[in-house]
């Protein structure tokens, strides 16, 4: 079949075979979209999802295009590749080869079943954008940071539980989403990434941002929602161009805020609520007293009974006397704030 298809392709056989490889290891037959694939009338340029350049395959775009199965080793012969882009297939791996592939610019493999980077990726000394998105990926190679290029790094929706060290080694990073993981710790050494524009974390279980993010200047994105953040640093004003700081649906209290509200964009609402639940039996004619503890110089309080507004009850603490049983319910604590608005904390319940 090989000989008969490069006579047409106007390409090098290498660059042919390869194709072909890719076409049976992915179940091509049943892609969506296979036009002109494998014609021997037409050459390698007319088929779907190809581009050529001076005899050499220079692109493969074949992105949600029902490819089911693996990346073959052949792929590492398309010396002049610098586009690979598979995203929203079945893809489940990809060949220690692709470390041959010095030209490659760009890989996207999100929404695949990846589940093993070759260590050899840091081969790829030329790539300026990694995504990996949405796959089943539990590490990442530490030669990762041998990508001195890379600009555009995307690991959200896999599971992984720790970063290597030497991600934080790759200075031209401009995007960087590591979000919907297993991770608990942003490393210090994110400081390292000046250039950093861009920067995704959320639906993770970190409980605080390192102090050292303040160094990245360059941010102007940080999305954070989703977390069990229960503190911040104050080195985030130290962020010149940042536009939008999204942290809502953490464990920020007021304490952490106030300091922080003149950050352009700055995010905060649906915290968790504060304190713990109660559940308790008091006797008649006894006295039985409730307090809040949350951070927050310009905090307002108002306690609700079954959800009914205790008139006058706006300090942090709610002393019941006399106890008779009208005073059976459930009571909380709403916390707003006037320096921080459109947030209200909420105690849970004592019973």
Known sequence: MFSSIICKTQVFVQDSIALVALYDSTNGDNWYNNLNWLDENLPVGNWYGIEIENYSVVQINLSSNNLVGNIPSEIGNLNSLSILDVSYNSILSIPVSIGNLFSLEEIDLSLNDVSFLPSSIGNCSNLKRLQLNVNNLQEIPA??????????????????????????????????????????????LIGNLVNLENFQFFNNHFTFIPAELGNCISLEYINGY????????????????????????????????????????????????????????????TTFYMEIHTGGEFNNYQWKKDNVIIEGATNNYLELSNITLADSGKYNCEITNDVAAGLTLHSRLIS
């Open 143 to 188: 030669e990762i940071g041998d990508l001195t290029n890379l600009e555009r790094l995307i690991l959200g929706g896999n599971n992984i539980n720790v970063l290597p060290d030497e991600i934080f080694d790759l200075t031209s990073l401009r995007y960087l989403n590591f979000a919907a993981n297993g991770m608990d710790t942003i490393p210090s």
């Open 226 to 285: 989703g977390n069990d953040i229960d503190s911040l640093p104050l080195t985030l004003l130290n962020l010149p161009y940042i536009e939008t700081l999204f942290l809502a649906y953490n464990s920020l209290t007021f304490d952490d805020i106030e300091p922080l509200v003149s950050i352009p964009g700055f995010e905060y609402w649906l915290q968790d609520s504060i304190g713990v639940s109660i559940d308790t039996t008091v006797f008649i004619d």
